[in-house]
């Protein structure tokens, strides 16, 4: 079973950036699909980014289409969120799954607050 830990949150003005990164355990990350979710208060889970096992495709939220990245390195057993021109609408707790069309691990959260 892989475990996750999500790092890289913060407090950032509009307009700022964050990069957000998931270190995973076990020798299994390369076989799975990765995920980045948010919740904010009060609101449901999101599914804002995914990466398939060889990162040769990904997919995004509408809202954070141009502004997000995400990537991974094997070598590493890690994911990354890069967030760009961030909005006080990206205030959420940031999440990354393994398999995030049926995750199978969730980190611990990472709180992102974009201040306006």
């Known amino acids: 079973q892989v475990q996750l830990v999500e790092a890289g949150g913060g407090l950032v003005q509009a307009g700022g950036s964050l990069t957000l990164s998931c270190a995973a355990s076990?020798?299994?990350?390369?076989?799975?699909?990765m995920g980045w979710f948010r919740q904010a208060p009060g609101k449901n889970r999101d599914l804002v980014a995914t990466?398939?096992?060889?990162?040769?495709?990904?997919y995004y939220l509408n809202s954070v289409k141009g502004r997000f990245t995400i990537s991974r390195d094997n070598a590493k057993n890690t994911v990354y969120l890069q967030m760009n021109s961030l909005k006080p609408e990206d205030t959420a707790v940031y999440y990354c799954?393994?398999?995030?069309?049926?995750?199978?691990?969730w980190g611990q959260g990472t709180q992102v607050t974009v201040s306006s």
């Open positions: 076990g020798r299994t990350f390369s076989s799975y699909a």
């Open positions: 990466i398939t096992q060889t990162g040769i495709s990904t």
């Open positions: 799954a393994a398999n995030p069309t049926d995750p199978v691990a």
